[in-house]
């Protein structure tokens, strides 16, 4: 329970992580077939996109193992009171926004782009608060 209290911030991030991150990964595995085609149109004017299924199972990859991460990250720190699980998964979830940004910056896609500020600020909260 001290661990909880301790470090509630950290493993509220951590949930927000792990809900975020798991369901897109797992939103994209579900849906494939919707999730290229409608990316496809969305970079169909740019450099990418031709590479849209493998950008895609990159971003899916890296979201699902982000999601794992965060639930590592919270049993260490309740169990064990280890936090590197916790930051493995809040720097994996910055890189993959930033992923995220680049491809929203060069689909010309300026709204979403900025949607995804909010999303970085969290995560970066988070490396923030663990180290």
């Not at 699980?85 to 680049?102: D, R």
């Not at 949607?115 to 600020?121: A, K, M, S």
């Amino acid at each position: 329970m001290q661990n909880l209290l301790t470090n509630l911030a950290e493993i509220l991030i951590l949930l927000f992580i792990l809900i975020t991150f798991l369901q897109s990964g797992i939103d994209k595995a579900s849906d494939w077939n919707g999730n290229i085609s409608w990316l496809k149109e969305h970079f169909s004017k740019t450099f990418m996109g031709g590479m849209v299924p493998l950008m895609v199972a990159i971003i899916m990859i890296l979201e699902i193992i982000t999601g794992l991460l965060a639930i590592a990250g919270i049993i260490g720190i309740l169990a064990y009171g280890e936090n590197i699980y916790a930051l493995y998964a809040c720097a994996l979830a910055c890189v993959s926004l930033l992923m995220l940004l680049f491809g929203q910056r060069v689909a010309k896609d300026y709204a979403g782009a900025f949607t995804l500020t909010g999303y970085f600020i969290v995560c970066v909260f988070g490396v923030y608060l663990l180290t």
